[in-house]
């Protein structure tokens, strides 16, 4: 029987609070990035909100599934960010209990996740992406609202072009107003100026009604008999003059059944069968061509049994065709030219129409078959970002939205670049299918391993200290010692046997050197055939140690000062690279890697001089 422990409870609850947030904010960023892209198709169109409301409505549906990688890995960062830096996390692993045991409930709510972005991205988003694309070629056929700007040639209304050289907010009168009717084509243009007029929308939404008042008007009477030298035109003063517009102000929804062959609008059963059906059409257009290009465009390559026994007969070995051109008169030969001109111009433009054709049917069959990878990865996209969150929140230990929401947006800017790159390469036919989509997987899913089993052994991956320490050891830079007074002093050194005991070592790190030839530059072939330890050195280390511990209880500052001078022994770095023989050998063999880690131990092997001298 499946049991839930209160500290599940307790690592569920942290996490929905944190996820729920997360997730709403992430949807509305990338409902706004939607919104930037057609933010022109929206503004100044009169819409309503009963459709400003579907749009949103049906563009947060399809952004569901993109959204909740991102949430997932913000909120895992956050959780255990703020368990670490709470030392709750801590506690737990003091109690016995390991990363993956604290994680555990969340993994299982995280595979909900996955599934139902899956659910989301295979039923409900293809249906919602329909209506979605829908709505916005009906916003894109949607006239604008009537607003005519000052000072401006307004064109928006098919068929004329009209200028206002003042406009009344308030009153909605325009001011010396000159109209460009070129509804009857522009040789029957008519050109109207008026003092003042105003415009009028019809209540059905389908006319202008226009009111110009003190104006005249000028139409061409041209006819197609008469010459251009004789144009007739008529001029026409009003004080009062109306006419009707024609012009569509509304919406209206468009029959979407064009969208069904998108793949973005299908489930994974819709797409393996479009998938299959362009193939044999593909196979079968290419056969066709193959089958025409054999028999008809070009002659066959190989020469029939009747066509090989004329030419034995008339003892024709070699036709010269040039000899055959040269041989026509200059008429002829410009005819042949032009017709093998003409020829070749066909044949290129028919055979480009064809290559054209096969390439998009190619392309379309690649599309619909990244869209059904794709809903596979995306919803495993959820489980990866969790198993990358929830170990880096571990190891970093900072909460709130400062260095997650960084981490985060730096995580899924390289999830984006490799996803987005791959499949784009994918989607032109230079990678295969599965690669390029499944990229961003096979890159993200081993560093979300590695960050969960570091943080499950509680290996420091981020602390700075360390690294450090890494290459000062490798550039053969000597770490610091580092010794405070002490407040409080229970013991005081005994000087007279600590003399006598840094005399002892002072002689011993004499004698290693005389021994060792340390200030003479080290033999090349010893240090890279060497991977034993020097217990020489070590016991030296150890004794250096414990007087050096002995000596911090004096309350003598020049003392302690010149403690700081003494260095810190390493047992090997003197001898050789590392404790394997073959990788010594090998970077000995290596003459640029050896000559660095050479000059390294040669800088190590003065440590022992710097002893005794001090």
């Known amino acids: 029987m499946l049991r839930i422990k209160k500290l599940d409870i307790f690592i569920i609850k942290s996490f929905l609070q944190l996820f729920i947030g997360t997730f709403f904010i992430c949807l509305f960023i990338f409902m706004m990035q939607f919104l930037w892209r057609y933010v022109d198709e929206l503004v100044g169109k009169g819409l309503g909100i009963d459709i400003l409301g579907q749009f949103f409505f049906y563009s947060a549906l399809t952004l569901i599934p993109v959204s909740l990688p991102l949430a997932i890995l913000l909120a895992a960062l956050m959780t255990f960010g703020n368990f670490g830096e709470r030392y709750e996390l801590l506690a737990m692993k003091a109690a016995g209990i390991s990363l993956i045991r604290i994680i555990s409930p969340l993994i299982i709510f995280c595979t909900m996740l996955a599934c139902i972005s899956f659910y989301f991205q295979n039923v409900i988003s293809p249906k919602s992406q ?42 909605g009168i325009l001011k010396d107003i000159l109209i460009y009717n070129f509804s009857e084509g522009f040789n029957n243009a008519r050109i ?24 005249e008007q000028f139409e061409n009477l041209r006819s197609e008999s008469l010459s251009s030298e004789n144009v007739p035109y008529r001029r026409e003063s009003f004080k009062q003059k109306h006419a009707i517009i024609e012009f569509n102000g509304g919406f209206n929804m468009v029959d979407g059944n064009f969208l069904n062959e998108r793949s973005d609008s299908k489930n994974m059963e819709q797409i393996s069968q479009t998938v299959d059906s362009l193939t044999k059409t593909t196979d079968s257009i290419g056969k066709v061509i193959y089958d025409e290009f054999s028999t008809t465009t070009y002659r066959k390559p190989f020469l029939s049994k009747e066509d090989s026994t004329k ?7 070699f036709i010269n065709v040039d000899s055959l051109f040269n041989a ?54 959820c489980l990866i970002f969790f198993f990358i969150g929830a170990p880096l929140g571990a190891i970093i230990r900072k909460g709130g939205l400062g260095m997650p929401v960084v981490v985060s947006v730096l995580i899924f ?7 987005s790159g791959a499949t784009r390469i994918a989607k032109s036919g230079e990678m295969n299918i599965m690669l390029g989509v499944w990229m961003s997987t096979i890159v993200l899913a081993p560093m979300g391993a590695f960050f969960t089993y570091k943080s499950n052994k509680d290996s420091v991956v981020f602390n700075q200290e360390a690294y450090v320490n890494f290459f000062r050891m490798l550039l053969g830079l000597r770490p610091s010692r580092h010794i405070f007074k002490k407040e409080v002093i229970i013991t005081d050194p005994d000087y007279s046997k600590l003399i006598a005991d840094l005399d002892e070592i002072c002689d011993e790190c004499k004698t290693y050197e005389e021994n060792h030839r340390l200030t003479k530059a080290p033999n090349y072939y ?72 050479y000059f390294r131990i040669w800088r190590f092997s003065d440590v022992l001089t710097m002893i005794y001298r001090l």
Request: charged share 25%; no cysteine; net charge negative.
């Open 526 to 597: 010893k240090i890279f055939t060497n991977n034993s330890h020097d217990n020489e050195v070590a016991n030296i280390s150890s004794k250096m140690e414990t007087l050096i511990e002995e000596l911090s209880n004096s309350d003598d500052n020049i003392l302690l000062n010149q403690m700081q001078s003494y260095p810190i022994l390493s047992t090997k770095a003197h001898k050789s690279p590392t404790d394997n023989l073959w990788f010594n050998l090998l970077m000995g063999l290596f003459v640029p890697v050896g000559i660095v880690f």
């Open 328 to 381: 026509q008169t200059t008429a002829d030969k410009a005819k042949i030219l032009n017709n093998a001109s003409r020829r070749m111009s066909s044949l290129s433009s028919e055979w480009e129409m064809r290559s054209f054709m096969i390439g998009d049917m190619y392309n379309t069959i690649r599309k619909h078959e990244i869209d059904w990878h794709k809903k596979i990865t995306l919803s495993l996209s």
């Open 130 to 171: 329909k209506q979605l694309w829908t709505l916005l070629v009906s916003m894109k056929q949607t006239s604008p609202e009537l607003d005519i700007p000052e000072r401006v040639f307004y064109s928006d209304i098919e068929g004329y072009n009209i200028y206002v050289k003042k406009k009344d907010r308030e009153t």
């Open 192 to 215: 109207i100026w008026a003092s003042e007029g105003k415009l009028e929308m019809t209540a059905d939404k389908q006319h202008l009604y226009l009111h110009l008042y003190d104006g």
């Open 311 to 317: 030419i034995e007969k008339s003892k024709l070995t």
């Open 413 to 419: 800017v390289l999830y984006y670049i490799i996803d």
